[in-house]
C-alpha cells in the first residue's frame, strides 16, 4: 500500500525556521513528483512546491523566498522554510503525482503535519 507519513511539525516563534521530511514507501516514486502543499484554518488547499528526482522544481510564486524544497532519493523530500511568520500557520500535506508519461494516474497524499508559528 502506498503511504506518505509526514514529521517535523510543531509550534515555531516567529522569524524561527524548521524542517518538514517525508518518506513516501509502496510505490515507483521515481516517476513521481513529490512536494508540498499547505491549509490554514478557513482556507483553501495550495501549492508550495513540488520537486522532480531529476532535480527540477517548481514553486508557487509567493512561497520562492522563504521555502525551499529538495529530494534525496526516489522516496524522500524535504522542506525547510525559513523566517517562520504567523500566517505560515497550516496543515501541511506531503504530495506525490505521476508525471504526465508515466502512464500511472493516481495522486497520493499524506495524512498532514501541523505548523503553528506563535509566541
Known amino acids: 500500500q502506498v503511504q506518505l507519513v509526514e514529521s517535523g511539525g510543531g509550534l515555531v516563534q516567529p522569524g524561527g525556521s524548521l524542517r518538514l521530511s517525508c518518506a513516501a514507501s509502496g510505490g515507483d516514486f521515481s516517476v513521481y513528483a513529490l512536494g508540498w502543499y499547505r491549509q490554514a484554518p478557513g482556507k483553501a488547499r495550495e501549492l508550495v512546491a513540488t520537486?522532480?528526482?531529476?532535480?527540477?522544481t517548481n514553486y508557487a510564486n509567493s512561497f520562492k523566498e522563504r521555502f525551499s524544497i529538495s529530494r534525496d532519493n526516489a522516496n524522500t523530500v524535504y522542506l525547510k522554510i525559513h523566517n517562520l511568520k504567523p500566517e505560515d500557520t497550516a496543515v501541511y500535506y506531503c504530495?506525490?503525482?505521476?508525471?504526465?508519461?508515466?502512464?500511472?494516474?493516481?495522486?497520493?497524499w499524506g495524512q498532514g503535519t501541523q505548523v503553528t508559528v506563535s509566541e
Open positions: 504530495n506525490a503525482e505521476p508525471l504526465p508519461s508515466s502512464g500511472y494516474g493516481t495522486i497520493y
Open positions: 520537486v522532480t528526482l531529476g532535480g527540477f
